[in-house]
Nanobody, 122 residues
Framework: QVQLVESGGGLVQAGGSLRLSCAAS????????MGWFRQAPGKEREFVSA????????YYAHSVKGRFTISRDNAKNMVYLQMNSVKPEDTAAYYC???????????????WGQGTQVTVSS
């Protein structure tokens, strides 16, 4: 079982940028499909982005496409989410997750971090 720890959240003004990091331990990330999800207060957790094992393929929710960029460094066992041009509606707890299968479904991700809070002020 891989352990995941997110960091990099905080308060940012609308239009600004933030970079989230996800550090993995317990096993190599190179064998795992990685994703980011988020949950806003009072809302269901939703898919944000995902990246294939080698990083050659990336996937985004429509709401963040063109603003967010997912990347990974398997040598460092790290996954990142660069958030640009953030909006107040991006305010949420952001979670890093790992899966053995390529998917955007939460049920396919068996390992989750504890989350990092992102708050975007208008």
């Amino acid at each position: 079982q891989v352990q995941l720890v997110e960091s990099g959240g905080g308060l940012v003004q609308a239009g600004g940028s933030l970079r989230l990091s996800c550090a993995a331990s317990g096993r190599s990330l190179s064998s795992l499909f990685m994703g980011w999800f988020r949950q806003a207060p009072g809302k269901e957790r939703e898919f944000v982005s995902a990246i294939s094992w080698s990083g050659s393929s990336t996937y985004y929710a429509h709401s963040v496409k063109g603003r967010f960029t997912i990347s990974r460094d398997n040598a460092k066992n790290m996954v990142y989410l660069q958030m640009n041009s953030v909006k107040p509606e991006d305010t949420a707890a952001y979670y890093c997750a790992a899966s053995h299968a390529a998917s955007n479904l939460q049920t396919e991700f068996g390992s989750w971090g504890q989350g990092t809070q992102v708050t975007v002020s208008s």
